[in-house]
């Protein structure tokens, strides 16, 4: 299986600061011949199940702040936001989907400062 | 919009059999995959498998043995049924809709609100 490996695994940023969390897998996740990274960013605020921000590595999905960014390739990535507004605490988990079974980053637990 | 809502037992005896069922609504179950994913308390996520429209189905390795998932298309709702279930089947367990890739793997776009599940006598 590969192993997503997500860092740091809790974080406090102050409101209107950038937030940058890290992912990395333990292969690379870049498909050559489509030179697409099969990598998604999820977001779970308390009490709710987790909502998808950005597939394709770096592509936001509808209605998803346009402060959220995705980067990176292959093996390394990481999800920028921006300027951190109240609502975006909560816990961040990174997936691969290159590879069965997809898996999950361990979680970076987002908090204001 | 699509909305899911899981249902079943919240309490599972040790040796027993899990089952859950997903409903849809907003959206026909037709023409897409559809997942269950646990999460056990202060832990991370896990794909558990999907099955597809047609009746496909793909299981993760690890839980192969144990489970099966099936669909209703006249309910519009899949199910989850794990077998000889022990206190590590301990889990929040979510419905989702799967997009899967030309390889078969899923992500995941929309999840239900999730349901916990205690394994305990």
């Known amino acids: 299986d590969i192993v997503m490996t997500q860092s740091p695994d809790s974080l406090a940023v102050s409101l209107g600061e950038r937030a940058t969390i890290n992912c990395k897998s333990s292969?690379?996740?870049?498909?050559?011949?489509?030179?697409?990274?099969?990598l998604a960013w999820y977001q779970q605020k308390p009490g709710q199940p987790p909502k998808l921000l950005i597939d394709?590595?770096?592509t936001r999905e509808s209605g998803v702040p346009d402060r959220f960014t995705g980067s990176g390739s292959g093996t390394d990535f990481t999800l920028t936001i921006s300027t951190l507004q109240a609502e975006d605490v909560a816990v961040y988990f990174c997936q691969q989907y290159y590879s069965t079974p997809p898996t999950f980053g361990q979680g970076t637990k987002l908090e204001i400062k | 919009q699509v909305q899911l809502q899981e249902s079943g037992p919240g309490l599972v005896k040790p040796s027993e059999t899990l089952s859950l069922t997903c409903s849809v609504s907003?959206?026909?179950?037709?023409?897409?995959?559809w997942s269950w994913i646990r999460q056990p308390p202060g832990k991370g996520l896990e794909w558990i498998g999907y099955v597809h429209y047609n009746g496909n189905t793909n299981y993760n390795p690890s839980l192969k043995s144990r489970v099966t998932i099936s669909l209703d298309t006249s309910k519009n709702q899949f199910s989850l049924k794990l077998s000889s279930v022990t206190a590590a089947d301990t889990a929040m367990y979510y419905c989702?809709?799967?997009?899967?890739?030309?390889?078969?793997?899923?992500?995941?776009?929309?999840w239900g609100q999730g349901t916990l599940v205690t394994v305990s006598s």
């Open positions: 989702a809709r799967s997009q899967v890739v030309p390889a078969g793997i899923p992500y995941f776009d929309y």
């Open positions: 394709w590595s770096s």
């Open positions: 907003g959206g026909s179950i037709s023409n897409y995959y």
């Open positions: 292969r690379s996740v870049l498909y050559s011949s489509n030179e697409k990274n099969y």
